[in-house]
């Protein structure tokens, strides 16, 4: 999987997180957060304390990976 991170160990992290999610979205270990101002309506969940996985929900079971990386990527301001 491609996440545009380099580090192996945190790219091992980040697919384990995702399988967890996939599991079991309300996972504490996910540390799930809806995200406010311009990123309203979309959420994010950590892999670490600086990697993120923003996503925004499609349906009940369905939701669309918008981001995976460091907290200053995939919060930047556009």
Do not use: C
């Not at 697919?15 to 996972?27: A, G, S, T, V, Y």
């Amino acid at each position: 999987m491609e996440l545009g991170v380099k580090d192996e160990k945190a790219v091992d992290l980040a697919e384990l997180q995702i399988k967890r999610f996939q599991k079991n979205p309300k996972d504490t270990r996910l540390k799930v957060h809806p995200l406010k101002r311009r990123m309203r309506g979309k959420w994010a969940f950590s892999v670490d304390e600086d990697i993120r996985v923003v996503f925004e929900p499609l349906g009940k079971n369905m939701v669309r990976f918008l981001a995976i990386g460091g907290h200053p990527k995939v919060y930047r301001q556009n």
